[in-house]
């Protein structure tokens, strides 16, 4: 599969390239960015020296020496969807890290993002978490990369939503997350003066990756889902640990619950279940495209579910590639772990 990033100087689109390039089946051929000069991304990137050298070249099709299969953009909201159209005029299957195409109603899109370019193919993209769409990722041309926050909180939510076991009209999500998840770009609130040795909620009043968890628990089958979400920066580099609460609709003890995640994610490579009595730990989960997950029964009338990933690789750059991978049909785990 030959490979483009387009917008190859994010976290993201570091994590990504450490990942395709060493991939059995992956080739990456063209690195898009707007930096000036075209210098090599390992002159962004040190880390990638000897390890990836392309130069940083322009961000469209024709700015590739070859076609791509695939073209993976790791743009800013309100920015991808000025570029996916072409690359999927020019029959290059997608994969977008922004929340470009994540949201099928414009208007809910606009309301928490601004004015949409490229409406027309808001329908036609696919949600990226292979767990649970695996069918519609493979035959996809255009495959939305789920939120980190979102992810956690579908991963954690999907067999109590499918098993109709929780009332979807009262759903709370709180989660935390390490500092690169507000990405590198300059901002006086991700300095490490401001960042360490502190804990604060954001978005309190509203976040929009509420309406995306609404969005995919629809999916999932759920019928007027309401969530309120609360995320909090906290002092480390990576992670997102999530606890999500909600009322079951009928009363079911921890044993049946247990039984219920086991049987669920049976199977699943990367969606690891806590034996009863355990908590999933960042850590655990840390440079990995796992997600860790817990469930339990509080007073026989609530469950809380607890999810841990790596919010720089199942948040995103190790799902798109596991997208990727069940996209063009080979095996979903490789170069991943």
Not at 11 to 36: C, M, N, Q, W
Not at 197 to 223: F, N, Q, S
């Amino acid at each position: 599969m030959k490979v483009s990033i387009v917008g190859a100087t994010a976290y993201t689109s570091l994590e990504l390239i450490k990942i395709l390039v060493r991939h059995p089946e992956a080739e990456i051929v063209h690195l898009g960015g707007r930096r000036e000069g075209q210098p090599r991304v390992s002159d962004v990137f040190t880390s990638l020296r000897g390890v990836c050298d392309l130069p940083l070249l322009g961000m469209l099709p024709e700015d590739a020496p070859e076609k791509p299969d695939v073209a993976f953009f790791t743009l800013p909201h309100g920015v991808s969807h000025e570029h996916v159209p072409a690359y999927l005029s020019a029959g290059v299957r997608c994969i977008d890290f922004s929340a470009d195409y994540r949201l099928n109603d414009l208007a809910v899109y606009e309301k928490w993002y601004g004015k949409h370019s490229d409406p027309g193919n808001l329908g036609r993209s696919v949600y990226g978490i292979p767990e649970l769409f695996r069918k519609d990722i493979a035959g996809a041309e255009l495959v939305a990369n789920p939120g980190c926050y979102p992810t956690a909180a579908a991963l954690a939510l999907a067999p109590l939503v499918k098993e109709r076991l929780v009332n979807a009209g009262d759903i709370i999500v709180d989660a935390k997350s390490g500092v690169s998840g507000r990405g590198n770009k300059v901002e006086e609130a991700s300095m490490f003066c401001e960042c360490n040795e502190d804990v604060r909620a954001y978005g309190v009043a509203g976040h929009r990756h509420e309406p995306e968890m609404e969005y995919v628990l629809g999916l999932l089958g759920a019928r007027g889902a309401d969530v309120t979400f609360v995320p909090h920066l906290i002092p480390m580099d990576r992670g997102i640990l999530s606890t999500v609460f909600a009322r079951l609709v009928r009363p079911t003890d921890q044993g049946d619950l247990q039984r219920l995640f086991e049987s669920f994610y049976a199977g699943e490579r990367f969606v690891r279940v806590c034996p009863a009595g355990e908590q999933p730990r960042t850590k655990s989960v840390a440079f990995s495209n796992y997600c860790d997950v817990a469930v339990t029964v509080r007073k026989g009338a609530r469950v809380v579910v607890t999810a841990a990933i790596d919010n720089l690789m199942k948040g995103a750059s190790s799902q798109a590639v596991q997208c990727m991978n069940a996209m063009f049909g080979v095996d979903e785990t490789l170069g991943l772990f």
